[in-house]
């Protein structure tokens, strides 16, 4: 693994090596420097699978996080490649050359948080949701509570107690 | 209750449901309809309860008699199985499966219900024969459960569909649900089991309920 790092390093401007023994080791990189160097993953290095994409939303600092797991059937070993891309008008390049089931990951992905794949195979196409016109529900923006309340008629003398306030009150009644 | 035309406007129609000519072998144009062709377009009537002795006979023989649609939505589907296993044997109390809406009398809603699946419960509902039962197992279909603030999951089941049995638990255990079944037998013999006149009755409301969360409506009003 290490050997292919300083490989990687060399030829792309990769950051943040997060290495780990039990799981896959995770880089960053620029989001344009992405396709070329899935690509050279695969053909070169024997990364023949893609095991998950899977997204992030930083909504603090106003990124989305897309997460590329990769996987070595030959050397049994993963590899993450996590880029960064820009909430607003959030777009990407998609990876349906490489792996055409990526198009699926990417068809959610869309549904889920609104990340646009342009040239992705029926990206616009409603998968989990039919007919949805809010917001994309996973963005840490859209307040699922609130929708939930004003659409499926919540049932009236619904109570939740705080653990930690509600034993106060038990045990210590006077205090 | 929209009209016709709306339907056929709906941008969720499918291709194969919209209006289409079909070329015949012999070259003629026959232009289809699906929706008003393939469908009935006709609503639902009250049928109302025999009276007497006729009536307590046959909410007898109904009752022990209770065909289950093989319909499983969340994760309660896993404790139906069991049900039907000699361990609990459920068709000692007359209770069996079937495989379509068709055959079956009682609809058992099994778990959360994700909007999609809704609309497929309530195909599922429509198109089953008068009398016909539903039961609720679980808290998601009573107060959403602990899928109550999901951006997905509906809260209650009765304001679409008319529940005769709520069966509260999470997971209700199969003895649970034999224990529903007998609530129902009680039920349809003194003769309260009446969801689908129920549901007849208050068409209008359970529709409107129903197009608020479905908002791609693209079959027939009530499926027959
Ligand atoms: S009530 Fe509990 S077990 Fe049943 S569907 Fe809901 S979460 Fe699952």
Redesign the pocket.
Known sequence: MNELINHLKERFPIYDVVESTTGPTFVSLDAAKLIPMITSLKTNHGFKILVILSTVDWIEDGKFQLTYIINNPDEKTDLGIRIFIDRENASMESIHKLWVFAATFQREIKEMYGIDFPGSPGVDDQFLLEGWDEMPPMRRDFDTKKYSEDTFFPRPGRETNDPAEYMKQKLYPDE | MSDKKDIHEDKFLAPENRKHVVIGPDGEEIHVDPLNDYFCTDMPKVEKPYKGVMEKFLNWARAESLWVLAFGT???SIELPPLFSPRFDAYRFGVAMRPTPRQSGVLII???LAVKTLKRAIRSYEQMQNPKYVIA?????ING???WDSYNTINRLDHYLPVDVYIA???PRPEAVLAGFMKLKERIKKGDAEGANEYVEKLDWYKANQKKIIKDWNMPDYNW
């Open positions: 969340g994760c309660g099994s778990g959360y197992l679980g808290s998601c279909t459960g602990m899928y638990g999470c997971m």
